[in-house]
T-cell receptor, first 114, second 116 residues
Framework: GAGVSQSPSNKVTEKGKDVELRCDPI?????LYWYRQRLGQGLEFLIY????????KSGLPSDRFSAERTGESVSTLTIQRTQQEDSAVYLC????????????FGPGTRLTVL | AQSVAQPEDQVNVAEGNPLTVKCTYS??????LFWYVQYPNRGLQFLLK??????LVKGSYGFEAEFNKSQTSFHLKKPSALVSDSALYFC??????????????FGSGTRLQVQP
């Protein structure tokens, strides 16, 4: 694929339900990141995967949030027992293995919790 | 800890005039600096980056940015603004910290509005 893809593009859920968001990074990119962008605000780092290293989960806002990545491929971000404050656009990005390589972002998943 | 500040929530400029979007940063160690642009209903797009070398970096769509180490700034500039440049601009910094994390720290964003 040409770029980072995310699915679904939009997700509306009821408070208390679990949701799963998917990210397909660019092939060959070893680093994968999840960010959250609330309406009118900047990007908030959530979690970072780098190859087979333990992920950096320091940005996850609560234990309701978790993420997995299989090898250097697809990642899923799971939010359990969603709350209204979880409503945001969730962005995934990938980059090759270097801190100075730019990150390529997916189009995001817009999550609305009613 | 690393941080980025974009002091202006919005910048207004007339088409054809030069534009500047300000960014200052704070890191321990050498900074890697980036600018991204977000057009309405679209994902973030990379504009340019500074890693090392010349302080003036040229990027996409005619944008450039100047790295100033003494002022810890990385302002985005363009000599002549276009209406199509209207978008949300994010400055970001990356450095390898104690944890080895390489995720970007983003500023809060500056909305650029170019008037015809």
């Amino acid at each position: 694929g040409a770029g980072v893809s995310q699915s679904p593009s939009n997700k509306v859920t009821e408070k208390g339900k679990d949701v799963e968001l998917r990210c397909d990074p660019i092939s060959g990119h070893t680093a994968l990141y999840w960010y959250r962008q609330r309406l009118g605000q900047g990007l908030e780092f959530l979690i970072y995967f780098q190859g087979n290293s333990a992920p950096d989960k320091s940005g996850l806002p609560s234990d309701r949030f978790s993420a997995e990545r299989t090898g250097e491929s697809v990642s899923t971000l799971t939010i359990q027992r969603t709350q209204q404050e979880d409503s945001a656009v969730y962005l995934c990005a990938s980059s090759s293995d270097s801190s100075y390589n730019e990150q390529f972002f997916g189009p995001g998943t817009r999550l609305t919790v009613l | 800890a690393q941080s980025v500040a974009q002091p202006e929530d919005q910048v207004n400029v007339a088409e054809g005039n030069p534009l500047t979007v300000k960014c200052t940063y704070s890191v321990s160690g050498n900074p890697y600096l980036f600018w991204y642009v977000q057009y309405p209903n679209r994902g973030l797009q990379f504009l340019l980056k500074y890693i090392t070398g010349d302080n003036l970096v040229k990027g996409s769509y005619g944008f450039e940015a100047e790295f100033n180490k003494s002022q810890t700034s990385f302002h985005l500039k363009k000599p002549s603004a276009l209406v199509s440049d209207s978008a949300l601009y994010f400055c970001a910094v990356s450095s390898v910290g104690d944890t080895g994390r390489r995720a970007l720290t983003f500023g809060s964003g500056t909305r650029l509005q170019v008037q015809p």
